[in-house]
């Protein structure tokens, strides 16, 4: 029993002696880390320019990282958490607003900011790791540098309550790197996928008519307003969209069809202004279809073709009498036209003489 006991103690003593060698490593590892930091810290006074002083403040916070993963006992959290902070947030602020770093020092310092969010020395942060990407995504956006700004939109989507801003910024920069027509279909989806999600965001509705309302696109535009209208009857620039699209394509009736249900909703004078080309454009090829061959119109056709300038003249007279020095739309030269073709001469010579101003 007493050999037991001595071997029981002997085995208690040496894994005591163990734990202790175990110890006295990870001490020792954390006073070397510590000791780097300090190193990397005394540097700063000497370094002029900023590209080498926030440099050398990155290497210091990922050394006390470091640390403090050694440190078990939280010997240096304390201090070098309250000689690094302000200088983390500094270098984050230079990083955001001085043009005078290189692409590859500025991801250096924003990735080091964002990847020592989680660390306990920076939990008393005033920048997220979230809000961080975001605002780096959207300044690499300012410079055109969209490889980078789409990759820390990546980084910000990652957090919920940056995501929204984020897919704002990454949508955008797909917009930039749009080779091949299967790069267009992507943005395409994504941009609608964006708009089904919030269909009140302006930014990713403007983005999507960017796309929509380039030549060739008629199809997926009247596609997209339908989509619209099968959900909500009544939203208005659905409406509007039809109307363009069926304009492009010169389908007189259909546009005047779509504009008048969107005047209907919401008057404007861009409504009255393409309802006063459509019907007059539609007075004009029903005016060629019905002519003889000395290119005269019929007592019993007259009445058809003047029946669609007389409604094109009173849309557009709406517009002059609004937007009277021609600042949003350029109605004089339409006008003229509307009034020639129904026998206003004076009235004509009227805006002859405005168009000449």
């Known amino acids: 029993m007493k050999t037991v006991g001595c071997r029981h103690l002997l085995l208690v003593l040496v894994l005591m002696i163990s734990l202790c060698s175990r110890a006295s490593v990870v001490t020792a590892k954390a006073d070397k880390l510590n000791a780097k930091v300090n190193a990397e810290l005394s540097l700063l006074p000497s370094l002029k320019d900023s590209a ?51 692409q590859s020092v500025l991801k250096r310092l924003f990735n080091v900011y964002i990847e020592s969010a989680p660390s306990p020395l920076f939990l008393a942060s005033k920048v997220t790791a979230g809000e961080a990407a975001l605002r780096i995504c959207r300044k690499a956006m300012s410079l055109k540098q969209y490889d980078m700004a ?13 995501a929204s801003q984020a897919a704002e910024v990454k ?3 797909m917009g930039q790197h749009l080779r091949s027509a299967a790069d267009s279909t992507a943005y395409l989806m994504a941009l609608l996928e964006l708009h089904d999600r919030q269909p009140d965001n302006e930014v990713y509705y403007g983005l999507l008519l960017d796309v929509l309302t380039a030549p060739g696109r008629e199809g997926d535009l009247v596609k997209f307003a339908n989509d619209v209208l099968h959900k909500d009857s009544t939203d208005t620039r659905a409406w509007i969209l039809k ?17 008048t249900k969107a005047d209907g909703l919401h008057h404007s004078l861009g ?34 073709v003047r029946k669609f300038l007389d409604k094109a003249c009173s849309y557009m007279e709406k517009v002059k009498e609004g937007d009277p020095e021609q600042k949003q ?29």
């Open 150 to 162: 789409e990759y820390y939109a990546d980084r910000a989507l990652l957090y919920a309550d940056y």
């Open 271 to 304: 409504i009255d202004y393409n309802l006063g080309i459509c019907l007059s454009s539609k007075a004009l090829e029903l005016k060629d279809s019905l002519v003889d061959s000395r290119g005269r119109l019929s007592r019993t056709d007259r009445p058809k």
């Open 171 to 173: 949508v955008k920069c």
């Open 329 to 357: 739309f350029h109605w004089a030269k339409p006008l003229y036209l509307i009034y020639y073709a129904i026998g206003r001469r004076s009235k004509a010579k009227e805006i002859k003489e405005l168009m000449k101003d």
């Open 52 to 102: 080498s002083y926030y440099s050398c403040v990155s290497n210091a916070i990922l050394l006390a990282i470091e640390c403090d993963k050694a440190d078990t006992l939280g010997r240096f959290r304390r201090t070098n958490s309250e000689k690094l902070l302000k200088l983390r947030q500094s270098m984050l602020g230079s990083a955001l607003s001085s043009a005078d770093y290189s």
């Open 243 to 259: 109307g363009e699209a069926a304009m492009r394509r010169h389908k007189w009736d259909d546009a005047v069809a779509a504009y």
